[in-house]
């Protein structure tokens, strides 16, 4: 048997001639498939080119395992986002797209696990071309031009969709969107079976904004003078709090949105702010991603250089990690 070697030099030379023999594609496919002996046309193409997301399962495990290794002081954020994404990619016919919204203040992770999410559903992560991200300042940033950016984002979306059910759109700076552009997709979330002949229940879409974070600092600090653990916390003591306030502040991004008065939001994930502890967390795992022995002087420099709130006690990280790795190069200049 010559093995997926020889499937590998087939499918290459087939691609090769494609613009000119289409036809050449499916006849390599077919040799390689017998060649192999067991993979369908689907399976052989997926292991050499990127795939929508519905030939890739999930591994559950492996998401939980990157959480668990790579995110600090979020247990609430790990757990909705695993069991939600577990269930959704494990049902074959979903009522509605899976859509999350993730709250707190910059540093605390909400972009982090936005990359996480998607190198476990796509092997290129943010690269993929079925992974989508948007950003406010970026894509959306004229006040005076939100009816076209409304009418962008729908033709965005639909066509994307159109290529793969399972779509992923991610929404960064959701506070600083003016107001009534997020409105455009409210009809691809909802609970039709199509829109205009394409259905949006497979796809995946995450929004990623500061505001909260006020609400989300109350709770954990209340916990803290109460003596406390944060890891008592759980999504009820936020979730309604999160959306109330998101709807009502008009720097949301959701500000009277009807995302969330027809509640097609499914979570409001709050990130809460980050200890002295976590930053120290940070610091060593950006020394391990560096290749560098973890010196523990070097983390606690790092770590008390941050500064912290509030001013009294001195429990949260004002800018959580965010400025971790420009203080470690600093660190290591001084080395």
């Not at 613009?19 to 369908?40: K, Q």
């Not at 894509?139 to 639909?158: A, M, N």
């Not at 936020?238 to 009277?256: D, I, P, T, Y």
């Amino acid at each position: 048997r010559l093995g997926n070697g020889a499937a590998l030099w087939l499918l290459l030379a087939a691609q090769a001639v494609a613009a000119i023999e289409p036809i050449t594609v499916g006849i390599a496919i077919g040799a390689a498939s017998v060649i192999t002996g067991y993979l369908s046309y689907q399976d052989l193409y997926c292991r050499f080119a990127e795939c929508c997301g519905k030939h890739r399962p999930l591994n559950a495990t492996a998401l939980k395992l990157d959480l668990e290794e790579k995110l600090f002081g979020q247990h609430l954020a790990a757990e909705v986002i695993v069991k939600a994404l577990t269930g959704f990619r494990s049902n074959n016919n979903p009522k509605k797209p899976l859509t999350l919204s993730l709250h707190g203040w910059a540093g605390t992770g909400k972009n982090f696990v936005s990359q996480i999410v998607a190198e476990n559903l796509y092997a290129k992560g943010l690269k993929s071309n079925f992974v989508h991200l948007f950003v406010s300042t970026l894509h959306f940033p004229h006040e005076q031009h939100i009816k076209l950016y409304q009418d962008q984002l729908q033709r965005w979306i639909r066509g994307n969709v159109s290529a793969c059910a399972s779509s992923v759109f991610i929404f960064d700076e959701m506070d600083k969107l003016h107001p009534g552009v997020i409105d455009a997709i409210k009809p691809f979330l909802d609970y039709y079976e199509q829109v205009d002949g394409v259905s949006y229940r497979k796809a995946i879409f995450i929004f990623l904004s500061n505001a909260g974070g006020d609400l989300i600092t109350k709770t954990a600090l209340e916990f803290w003078r109460a003596g406390r653990k944060r890891e008592d916390i759980q999504l009820k003591d936020l979730e309604h709090a999160l959306s109330v306030g998101v709807f009502n502040n008009k720097h949301s991004g959701l500000w009277r949105s009807g995302l969330i008065y027809k509640r097609l939001i499914d979570y409001f994930i709050p990130f809460l702010p980050l200890e002295y502890t976590h930053v120290k967390m940070c610091v060593r795992a950006e020394m391990k991603a560096r290749g560098s022995a973890i010196d523990e002087d070097v983390v606690t420099r790092v770590a008390e250089e941050m500064t912290f709130y509030p001013k009294g006690e001195k429990i949260f990280s004002d800018r959580g990690c965010k400025t971790v790795q420009s203080r470690l190069d600093f660190q290591f200049l001084d080395v």
